[in-house]
């Protein structure tokens, strides 16, 4: 009897330190509502670790009064203090459509048999102001809304105007270098270079020509393509004719009409006749028709070379004899 009254003891003991170690806390946001707004209760239970504890507001929709109602319940909020005990932190939104004086609490907190109790809370609710007409006003006339012309243009054009802007500048962008520059074969980011004069460019090209001796190497062929290649872009910069891209005798047709190069518009016939039959019909011409060709394209280009104009003598001077 002795050892089991120790035990009991010792039981009740253990069971009223872990009755005091359980504190529950409680505080409005506000004490002042307007009617139909919430407000938040900081509930703050400080217990054991290993003890379940049931918080009234759990079970309940409302406070003591059916007048302040639970609206929301957050999650809790766990910090371990040390000791074997952890602190609780739980808000609950309160929300009240009466105004009046409401007692809000205690709320209630159960550890096995023992209920511990939080302190009550006064919350007052303030009704809400209601204009209350006094005299019958005018229903407003129809009003006509202005014309304004996005209301017309579709969302995903007014909505995303700044990326319509920008698509039509890049495109705007992409043709202007397409026809200015890249068809041309003009870098504008490579800077170009001077160009020599036709007279000067042929030439260089035509001696160029001959130190590759092609013909002398059974290359005939490719001799004379270079050779009237030179004499078409020379033809196209100098007179400003398409020769490029002209046939043979649509060249000699062309500069027949002009007076610079009538008197040797036979000797550029004769070199095309020869590059045509050898181009175009594998003829092997002779090695003199070889030099010929080379001897005519040079004196076509020399004597079709821009004749420079003696400069202007200057006003009031006058001739000395």
């Known amino acids: 009897m002795k050892r089991l009254s120790i035990i009991l003891l010792a039981i009740m003991a253990a069971h009223i330190v872990q009755a005091a170690q359980v504190t529950i806390t409680a ?44 609206a929301e319940r957050c999650k809790a909020d766990t910090t371990r203090l040390g000791n074997n005990r952890i602190q609780i932190n739980r808000d609950v939104i309160l929300q009240s459509f009466d105004s009046g004086l409401y007692v809000v609490g205690p709320v209630a907190c159960v550890v096995g048999r023992d209920t511990f109790l939080s302190k009550q809370l006064t919350l007052k609710v303030l009704p809400v102001r209601v204009d209350s007409l006094q005299d019958i006003h005018d229903i407003k006339p129809v009003e006509e809304v202005p014309f304004k012309f996005f209301d017309w243009v579709p969302d995903l054009i007014a909505d995303y105007w700044w990326a319509w802007l920008l698509a039509l500048l890049l495109i705007g962008g992409g043709l202007y270098y397409y026809f200015h520059w890249y068809k041309k074969g003009i870098n504008p980011l490579k800077p170009e270079r001077k160009r020599l004069p036709p007279y000067d460019e042929a030439m260089i090209n035509l ?115």
């Open 27 to 70: 505080r409005l946001d506000s004490a002042v509502l307007l009617m139909g707004k919430t407000t938040a209760l900081h509930l703050e239970i400080v217990q054991p670790q290993d003890v379940n504890a049931i918080v009234s507001i759990d079970r309940a929709d409302t406070l003591n009064t059916a007048m302040v109602e639970i």
């Open 207 to 321: 001696r160029a020509l001959k130190q590759q001796q092609l013909w002398q190497n059974g290359q005939e062929k490719e001799y004379f393509t270079g050779l009237t290649d030179i004499l078409r872009v020379y033809i196209d910069r100098r007179f400003q004719v398409n020769a490029v891209e002209m046939t043979s005798t649509q060249i000699i047709d062309t500069l027949k009409q002009n007076e610079e190069t009538h008197a040797v518009n036979e000797q550029l016939s004769m070199i095309l006749e020869v590059a045509d039959f050898v181009k175009f019909a594998g003829a092997r011409p002779l090695a003199d028709d070889n030099e010929k060709a080379y001897e005519r394209a040079v004196q076509f280009v020399e004597t079709t070379k821009p004749v420079e104009q003696p400069a202007a003598e200057a006003p009031g001077k006058e001739v000395q004899s």
